[in-house]
């Protein structure tokens, strides 16, 4: 899967705003992930030693159906949506604190594991986000406990970027982030819908 884009939104989620020190903004926060930091089901997350502060963070991710611009309502959006997925936004937690941007937090190789994309279902509030850490559950949420629901983040992600066919949005991840070691496997699962599994390397 290589997208044009990957749009990711931050801090979508109270309970995980919160546990980051932050508040929810008052619009969504919005940042790119470079396609070069795509990997597939199975493949190994490798945590680069520029860091030694690497988590994982589940979502529920869109793949943008057909081209939108400037939508006109959330509607609209919505009848753009391709697919969902379950995408892991892997961040390197000391390099965000450290920047003022994210490009090296979210961008490094093997830090956007997706899996394989399914039809959306009508209700998008309804899909169930699961993360696992070695078989553990340990972020657990809907898409109707984020702060800024589906339709409208396409709506408004819209206004500024095209979103192209093919495109993914990651909507934000919810509590229960912690680190990745060497040896683990993290698991994101939209339950009845879409997973990736990927076992944690160390980098050379």
Same mark, same amino acid.
């Given at each position: ?7 990711? #939104? ?5 309970? *995980?705003?919160?546990?980051? %020190? ?25 945590? *680069? ?11 529920? =991710?869109?793949?943008? $159906? ?11 959006? /919505?009848?753009?949506?391709?697919? #969902?997925?379950?995408?892991? !936004? #892997? ?11 994210? =490009? ?14 399914? =039809?959306?279902?009508? !209700? ?18 809907? $898409?109707? !406990? ?25 909507? %934000? ?10 040896? !683990?496997? #993290?698991?994101?699962?939209? /339950? ?8 944690? /390397?160390?980098? =050379?």
């Amino acid at each position: 899967m290589k997208p044009s884009k990957i749009v990711c #939104v931050g801090r979508n989620y109270l309970e *995980h705003a919160r546990e980051m %020190g932050n508040d929810v903004p008052k619009e969504p926060l919005l940042f790119l992930k470079p396609t070069s930091s795509i990997i597939a089901e199975g493949e190994a997350i490798v945590l *680069h030693p520029v860091s030694t502060h690497i988590e994982y963070e589940g979502e529920i =991710a869109i793949v943008m $159906g057909k081209r939108l611009s400037k939508s006109t309502s959330e509607a609209e959006a /919505v009848a753009a949506i391709g697919g #969902v997925v379950a995408l892991n !936004d #892997v961040t390197a937690r000391d390099l965000q604190k450290n920047d003022g941007q994210w =490009a090296r937090a979210k961008g490094l190789d093997t830090f956007c594991p997706i899996g394989t994309p399914v =039809a959306a279902p009508a !209700d998008l509030d309804g899909i169930e986000l699961i993360t696992r850490l070695n078989g553990k559950v340990v972020q657990h949420a809907k $898409g109707g !406990d984020m702060a800024f629901k589906i339709p409208f983040l396409l709506h408004y992600i819209s206004q500024y970027l095209t979103l192209e066919a093919g495109d993914i949005v990651a909507t %934000g991840t919810p509590a229960g982030v912690s680190p990745i070691r060497p040896g !683990d496997v #993290v698991e994101v699962e939209l /339950v009845g819908l879409s997973r990736v599994s990927n076992p944690v /390397v160390a980098g =050379a």
